[in-house]
Nanobody
Framework: QMQLVESGGGLVQPGGSLSLSCAAL????????MGWYRQFPGKPRDLVAT???????NYADSVKGRFTISRDTAKNTMYLQMNSLKPEDTAVYYC????????????WGQGTQVTVSS
C-alpha cells in the first residue's frame, strides 16, 4: 500500500512565500510523474505543476516564474516552492503521484489549504 503525506501550507500575506512537500510512503515501485494540483471552491482540480522521473517540469501559465516544483528521488519526496503569492492562489493544494507497482497507480494526497490574505 502506498500513501502520500503532504505538509506545509497555511496563511501568508500577498507577496509572501510558502513551501509544500509531499512524501510518498510504502510500496512505491517506479514513480513516473509527480505533480501538484489545486482546487478552488466549487471548481474542478487544476494542474499547478508536474515533474517527471527525468526531471522535466511543466507549469500552469498562472504560476510560471513564481512557483518551482522539485523532487528528491532518494527520499521519494516532492516540493513546491511558492513565491510572490497572490490572493488568487488561495486554494486547497493536492499532490499526485503516478507510477507502477505491479500495476499502474494514480494516487492523491489529502490536500493542504493555502490562504493568501492580508
Amino acid at each position: 500500500q502506498m500513501q502520500l503525506v503532504e505538509s506545509g501550507g497555511g496563511l501568508v500575506q500577498p507577496g509572501g512565500s510558502l513551501s509544500l512537500s509531499c512524501a510518498a510512503l510504502g510500496r512505491i515501485g517506479e514513480i513516473n510523474t509527480m505533480g501538484w494540483y489545486r482546487q478552488f471552491p466549487g471548481k474542478p482540480r487544476d494542474l499547478v505543476a508536474t515533474i517527471t522521473s527525468g526531471g522535466s517540469t511543466n507549469y500552469a501559465d498562472s504560476v510560471k516564474g513564481r512557483f518551482t516544483i522539485s523532487r528528491d528521488t532518494a527520499k521519494n519526496t516532492m516540493y513546491l516552492q511558492m513565491n510572490s503569492l497572490k490572493p488568487e492562489d488561495t486554494a486547497v493544494y493536492y499532490c499526485n503521484v503516478r507510477g507502477v507497482w505491479i500495476s499502474a497507480y494514480d494516487i492523491w494526497g489529502q490536500g493542504t489549504q493555502v490562504t493568501v490574505s492580508s
